[in-house]
């Protein structure tokens, strides 16, 4: 039996790394989850690696948002988010676990505000990121900020309860 007091500050998620390919060299950097949002170098090269944050999610666009979101099967978690956002790029990785954990129950999904500002301008999006949760072609709820990881689960599980 493992002691409770030494569980994980992230009980749900399974991951606690991802994975960062470098352009010049072609490795995949294996890159520890807290430090998503920050810039690095490659551990083979050492050349910078930009702001670095996992690619969790299918990017949808204005014309895709349609088919993609509102005519979904499953429930959708739509990131609203842009490149030059570090909370953006720090909850990126709580994303791609959640993606992972509710695979085949929730669609986790990105928009960029900037290449989709019509979107953006529909759903009043104010600060970034903003999460929202759809579910039958409606959105349920949306939450502003990036949440810590614990925050971010709770919330999407009373999200998915309603
Ligand atoms: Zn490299």
């Known amino acids: 039996m493992a002691d409770p007091t030494q569980q994980s500050t992230l009980p749900s ?19 520890a989850l807290r430090n998503a949002g920050k810039r690095a170098r490659c ?12 690619s969790y999610s299918i990017a949808v666009e204005e014309r ?13 978690l ?6 030059w956002c570090g909370p953006c790029l720090q909850i990126a990785p709580h994303l791609d676990a959640i993606a992972l954990e509710y695979a085949g129950r929730l669609k986790v999904v990105k928009v960029d505000t900037e290449t989709n500002a019509g979107l953006a301008r529909h759903y009043r999006i104010r600060s970034i990121p903003t999460l929202m949760l759809f579910d ?26 309603d």
């Open 13 to 31: 998620f399974k991951q606690t790394t991802f994975t960062q390919g470098c352009a010049s060299c072609d490795v995949q950097n294996r890159i």
């Open 43 to 54: 551990g083979k090269c050492g050349k910078p690696l930009g702001l670095v944050g996992p």
């Open 64 to 76: 895709s948002f349609q088919e993609q979101v509102m005519e979904s099967r499953l429930p959708v």
């Open 78 to 83: 739509v990131d609203f988010w842009a490149e």
């Open 136 to 161: 039958n072609g409606e959105m349920k709820t949306r939450a502003t900020g990036a949440l810590p990881a614990q925050q971010l689960h709770a919330w999407l599980q009373q999200a998915l309860a």
